[in-house]
């Protein structure tokens, strides 16, 4: 069965300290990695699509990696405006999209 | 506007009611996904369409549940006979299926209570 599960559930972290979201997935003929961003009573934010193992994508203090089993999510020095929920998504060869549950992200200032 | 818009923003309904929702995508995108997120929860899958046909009406959770789109465009999703495990926010999102580009970008949900 495809499955996509982001860890951990919940991370605080201080302002300024690094730290990384995980994804991992089991589908069959995956087509495209997604991450995105939700603030609450909103709609996700596009980020990333990766695709190929070994892809890398850096957008301000986000860089997202992709392995065959795995994708990251790495902040660098997060600021309390990263604070919000991570989604990681994959498609499938039919292009249905699966979602995780969510990385809940909080920075404190 | 230029973003994926949703109406209404907010609906409650009496358990057993009809609801209609609708989603307008972005202009020219020809991608369009339906999904519902329970307070908690990460998105659930409910439907895609490509052009005016669904390929991929799996994650529709009952025959309660149907969706149409017409003109490429405009989408509604329609819950009859609502129950209240109904409630959640229903998202839609459309993507450009082109080559390498299948982001997709959503609109701000609708929430529904069925009281």
């Known amino acids: 069965e495809d499955q996509v599960t982001q860890s951990p559930e919940a991370l605080r972290l201080q302002e300024g300290e690094s730290s990384s979201l995980n994804c991992s997935y089991t589908?069959?003929?995956?087509?495209?990695l997604f991450w995105y961003r939700q603030d609450p009573g909103k709609g996700p934010e596009f980020l990333f699509t990766?695709?190929?193992a070994g892809e890398e994508k850096e957008k301000e203090r986000l860089k997202a990696t992709l392995t065959k089993k795995e994708s990251f999510l790495h902040i660098t020095a997060p600021k309390p405006e990263d604070s919000a929920t991570y989604l990681c998504?994959?498609?499938?060869?039919?292009?249905?999209?699966?979602f995780g549950k969510g990385t809940r992200l909080h920075i404190l200032p | 506007g230029a973003g994926v818009s949703q109406s209404p923003s907010n609906k409650v309904t009496e358990k057993g009611k009809d609801v209609e929702l609708r989603c307008d995508p972005i202009?020219?995108?020809?991608?369009l996904y339906w999904y519902r997120q329970s307070l908690g929860q990460g998105l659930e899958f409910l439907i895609y369409?490509?052009?005016?046909?669904?390929?991929?009406k799996s994650g529709l959770p009952s025959d309660r549940f149907s969706a149409e789109r017409t003109g490429g465009s405009v989408s509604t999703l329609t819950i009859q006979r609502t129950q209240q495990e109904d409630s959640a926010v229903y998202l839609c999102?459309?993507?450009?299926?082109?080559?390498?580009?299948?982001?997709?970008?959503f609109g701000p949900g609708t929430r529904l209570t069925v009281t």
């Open positions: 998504a994959v498609r499938r060869w039919s292009d249905k999209i699966i």
């Open positions: 999102a459309s993507s450009m299926r082109t080559s390498g580009s299948y982001e997709q970008y």
């Open positions: 202009s020219g995108h020809t991608a």
């Open positions: 369409f490509q052009g005016n046909s669904a390929p991929d």
């Open positions: 990766l695709y190929s």
């Open positions: 589908v069959s003929g995956l087509r495209g």
